[in-house]
């Protein structure tokens, strides 16, 4: 982050993460409401647009500023995918542009996946 490691800095970097989320959560509900575009579709265009972040080198500085109200949510991951396939495209070539990717978000998906099935154990899940 770029506040000092004083109380106020913290108390700024939690501001400055809520403000970038809150932005992204208004434009999302902005696209809701002013367009037909369903929740899955405005997912994927959260996702593209932190690929196109990162593909020009936008996001480190937004990123920097922002930190976990602009990484946390989708965008952070369409810009890991994308990061991912850059450094290993470059390393190994096309194949390792696929497998990038993967590699670079493989920790998140699979920590996901064991903190779901966590949650299955606690709680009893009930049909409608």
Do not use: D, H
């Not at 434009?27 to 265009?45: D, F, H, S, Y």
């Not at 470059?90 to 998906?109: C, H, P, R």
């Amino acid at each position: 982050m770029i506040f000092p490691e004083t109380w106020w800095g913290f108390l700024l970097s939690y501001l400055t993460a809520f403000a970038g989320g809150g932005l992204l959560c208004a434009g999302a509900q902005l696209l809701i409401v002013k367009t037909n575009l369903t929740p899955a579709r405005i997912l994927v265009i959260f996702l593209i647009t932190g690929i196109f972040l990162q593909t020009v080198g936008a996001y480190e500085p937004i990123n920097s500023v922002f930190g976990a109200g602009i990484s946390v949510p989708i965008v952070g991951f369409g810009a890991a995918l994308a990061k991912g396939a850059i450094t290993y495209a470059e390393q190994y070539g096309i194949l390792g542009a696929f497998a990038g990717g993967l590699i670079q978000t493989a920790f998140g998906i699979g920590a996901a996946v064991v903190a779901s099935y966590i949650v299955t154990l606690i709680f009893n899940a009930k049909a409608k």
